[in-house]
């Protein structure tokens, strides 16, 4: 009977642990989107960083894309690829943010706002659940331009159809255009400028004096309103975990600080 008894609670404490070492399989996060997600312009790799170690994120956004060139490149064979060989994986979220590229005046990249740049969405949506895994479409960062005292937001029609497309396919949205927007018109345009990849030079953004010969080959500065410095990628990969502990909670716990708001 004490036998009996014993392998019970061995196969109960074995029942138990395989339980636990289900529920701390680890997750997979693919970022996909342009140079305002990927490595040393935007937030991608700091928003990796704040993950636990045991997070397989990775960074495949790149610089210049736009919905139709990622795909065109084969960057999103690459995507599916790794959803194909996932089984070890308990989820992956494909963090899909595009619109900048996409926007008319780029050749080679930009998509029609209605025939195109929806359906491209959705279609990473579709393909991302199709192969198993979690779709989350990202509204596109806001650009850090103001005119007095208010700021442009040029890529709010493409947060729209980000959004459209993510209603319909019943994906995930993080609305990160929408929170951005409302963090960079609180700052104002001064503290905006600190995000930025190297600091505002002086006098820049001021009316250029007709008279004036600017020297021949004079450098022509690295400062942006687009792109993302370390301040900068730090304070919107907070922003983007805060969204997505927000719209998934089950991911909470696979961040350093457990998610906290």
């Not at 919905?67 to 996932?86: C, H, I, N, P, Y």
């Amino acid at each position: 009977m004490r036998t009996v008894l014993l392998k019970r609670i061995v196969l109960a404490g074995l029942v138990l642990a395989g339980q636990a070492g289900a529920a701390e399989a680890p997750i997979r996060v693919i970022l996909v989107g342009d140079s305002t997600m990927a490595s040393k312009s935007g937030y991608g790799d700091a928003l990796c960083a704040r993950f636990t170690p045991e997070v397989s994120c990775v960074n495949l956004a790149r610089g210049g894309r736009s919905t139709g060139s990622f795909r065109a490149e084969g960057r999103w064979d690459e995507v599916q690829r790794m959803l194909k060989d996932g089984a070890s994986f308990k989820a992956t979220y494909v963090l899909v943010q595009f619109g900048h590229n996409d926007q008319p005046g780029k050749p080679g990249r930009s998509t029609d706002l209605v025939t195109q740049f929806p359906v491209n969405m959705a279609r990473y949506a579709q393909e991302t659940r199709d192969l198993g895994g979690v779709p989350v479409l990202v509204t596109p960062l806001t650009r850090r331009t103001f005119k007095g005292a208010y700021l442009g937001n040029d890529l709010a029609p493409w947060a729209e159809a980000t959004r459209r497309a993510a209603a319909q396919e019943h994906a995930v949205l993080l609305d990160l255009n929408k929170d951005s927007v409302a963090a960079v018109q609180a700052m104002g345009q001064d503290e905006a400028d600190t995000l930025a990849v190297v600091p505002r030079p002086p006098g820049y953004g001021l009316p250029v004096d007709p008279n004036k010969v600017e020297p021949a080959g004079a450098a022509k500065t690295a400062f942006d309103r687009t792109h993302l410095g370390a301040k900068g990628a730090d304070f919107f990969a907070r922003m983007v975990e805060r969204e997505l502990v927000a719209a998934r909670p089950e991911t909470a716990v696979y961040f350093k600080d457990g998610g906290k708001p």
